[in-house]
């Protein structure tokens, strides 16, 4: 998500990337797509995989500030296998499938605990049938620069959280400097607590805000 920031005006922009998730270039290249088209700055919100996603997308001029939701904060040099091998070892995984034909998908039977603890069965059952395919290299391939290192940024951790494990969460915030926030829920903490996570983008945004 690249929101385009107006202090001027009582409604940011909002616009939604769609990661075509097949590798990490290719999700970095289609943010990219976005942020140029704006004609104001941007702020880059990302959750989970889309943490690597926006350090990656996120060394754009037109970008002003990173937004992390219970998200991976990868270095330069890192992927999210790097982070995955460095999570606790006494706490269960993600339950990521083996791959197939070059795609990962999350277990739909473990998915309702490990992603959306704090939803209806309804609502984590529809969200694991709507998993869209994950390539390995989105997993696999290295972060080149990291943007955190140059740009502010905020996190959200997600205390119940059984796919990023709070402790790793603390750790990579931490390294970034993040500016961050503490929710109690899980994974899903968008759809969970979207008010919360809304507060969050908007007080970045209104942290880095300029004159039009």
């Known amino acids: 998500m690249a929101a385009g920031l107006r202090p001027a005006h009582p409604r940011r922009r909002v616009c939604v990337v769609q990661n075509p998730t097949l590798s990490l270039r290719d999700d970095a290249a289609a943010a ?13 919100v990302g959750h989970s995989y889309g943490g690597a996603v926006i350090t990656e997308a996120g060394t754009s001029p037109n970008v002003a500030a990173l937004v992390y939701i219970a998200g991976f904060v990868p270095d330069a040099g890192e992927s999210v296998n790097t982070l995955l091998g460095g999570f606790p070892t006494d706490v269960p995984g993600p339950p990521i499938l083996p791959p197939k034909d070059g795609f990962l998908f999350l277990d739909r039977d473990s998915f309702h605990a490990a992603f959306a603890g704090d939803l209806s069965a309804d609502q984590a059952a ?21 943007a955190w290192r140059t740009k502010p940024s905020w996190y959200m951790f997600t205390t119940e959280d059984k796919m990023i494990p ?24 968008f ?13 970045a945004a209104s942290a880095v805000a300029v004159a039009p």
């Open 126 to 146: 529809f969200m694991a049938d709507s998993q869209v395919p994950w390539g390995v290299d989105a997993l696999g391939q290295q972060v080149t620069e990291a």
């Open 166 to 189: 709070p402790p790793a969460q603390r750790t990579m915030a931490g390294r970034a400097g993040s500016t961050t926030v503490e929710a109690v829920g899980s994974h899903s903490i």
């Open 32 to 44: 990219r797509l976005i942020i140029d088209a704006q004609d104001s700055p941007v702020v880059l």
């Open 191 to 203: 759809v969970s607590q979207p008010a919360a996570v809304a507060d969050l983008i908007k007080r």
